[in-house]
């Protein structure tokens, strides 16, 4: 029902020989299933259904292993752009026309060699986004099992961005869930296996949508500075932190945050509604990603919030050149990547705002 809190807690269940006395098996609580899609542009589609106790989500094997959706306590907390639910298409790499394929989701992944706006550099053309979001895994497996008194599901994959004579990147994903635990781990391995020095830019695209994202929503980000990206998101800058109802035709606001963190590098950013009692937090590390931005859009029919920890600019590519800042890979250089999608209820919104608080009173910006 709408209003309907969810309510953390619930059985006392002790340990794994209490919680099987309880069920007959423990797909009544928790599982991991492949799944086809059967309609529309995503008819052919493989995936992975997931549920685990009140969090449920879809994992896309076909593209990239990203979140399609995610529901939390009964509440869908991610966004799905009018473009809808589809696989891989003819338009994905066609320079702007890939906003044809982008249906938002709670996460699709940018990159590997272009984040943002499409670029032609040196004769090559690198599409919106990049071309990792729409690509499928290989070595693409699942798995649910006990690990002492913890019921955790995994599932796993690897994408490869490749050109004959050119690059030859992998990004290897692993994303775990544990029954009980409201949490969504994605951890990314990304390796040059080319000879030669490579641009590796990433960006995780995190998607908030209704109900979870209302007028009654508080954007929780730990800044230190906040920089609009362009003039529509300058005269509204006052008001990152909020949303307004849907506004006709309105553009997007983009802004740029300069995070504070903890010694190790740790921070987050969350989206909470007190009416709802949910919200979701995303943890992740500034050392890895160290630049983050905040999509907002509140138009009407394009309403969504985008928490994007990244480790290249929005401004993008040509950007990057410019300053000479573009990020490098060493042949067979590994790095790591972990972001962490936590779904919040009852008390744990205080705390996740007491949190962000503190962040700012060790850097004295409180």
């Known amino acids: 029902p709408v209003g309907m809190k969810c309510k953390k807690g619930g059985f006392p269940v002790k340990d794994k020989k209490e919680l099987l006395g309880l069920v007959g098996n423990m797909q009544q609580l928790a599982y991991v299933r492949p799944i ?12 992975f259904e997931v549920k685990n106790g009140s969090l449920q989500f879809h994992v896309m094997a076909d593209k990239c292993l990203d979140l399609a959706d995610v529901s939390f306590c009964g509440h869908n907390v991610s966004f799905l752009a009018k473009p809808g639910l589809m696989g891989r298409n003819h338009f994905d790499t066609n320079g702007a026309e890939a906003q044809r394929s982008i249906m938002g989701g709670m996460l699709f992944t940018c990159g590997l060699e272009n984040i943002c706006a499409p670029c032609r550099v040196d004769g ?41 004579f050119g690059e030859n990147l992998s990004l290897r994903r692993t994303i775990t869930t544990c029954y009980g635990k409201n949490r969504i781990c994605i951890e990314d391995e990304i390796t040059n296996e080319g000879f030669g020095r490579e641009p590796m830019m990433l960006l995780y695209h995190i998607n908030v949508g209704y109900p979870l994202l209302c007028e009654d929503s508080e954007i929780l980000i730990p800044t230190r500075k906040v920089t609009p990206r362009d003039d529509a998101a300058a005269v509204n800058t006052a008001y990152w932190n909020r949303m307004e109802p849907p506004k006709d035709n309105e553009p997007e606001y983009v802004f740029l945050h300069e995070m504070a963190a903890d010694p190790e590098g740790n921070t987050f950013a969350a989206v909470l509604n007190r009416k709802l009692g949910i919200g979701l937090r995303v943890d992740y590390n500034v050392r890895e990603l160290p630049y983050f931005m905040q999509w907002k859009s509140i138009a009407s029919g394009d309403y969504v919030i985008g928490l994007e920890p990244a480790n290249s600019s929005v401004y993008g590519k040509v950007y990057h050149l410019e300053k000479n800042s573009l990020h490098e890979m060493e042949p067979f250089a590994t790095e790591h990547k972990k972001i962490v999608l936590t779904f919040l209820s009852g008390g ?9 608080e503190e962040f700012l009173q060790q850097t004295g910006l409180a």
């Open 348 to 356: 744990e919104l205080d705390a996740v705002r007491r949190e962000a």
């Open 124 to 164: 090559k053309d690198y599409p919106m986004h990049g071309r990792i979001r729409t690509t499928p895994g290989e070595q693409v497996g699942a798995d649910a099992r006990w690990a002492g008194n913890d019921y955790v599901m995994t599932i796993s994959g690897t994408m490869r961005e490749a050109e004959l």
């Open 36 to 47: 086809t899609y059967e309609e529309g542009r995503a008819r052919g589609m493989r995936a």
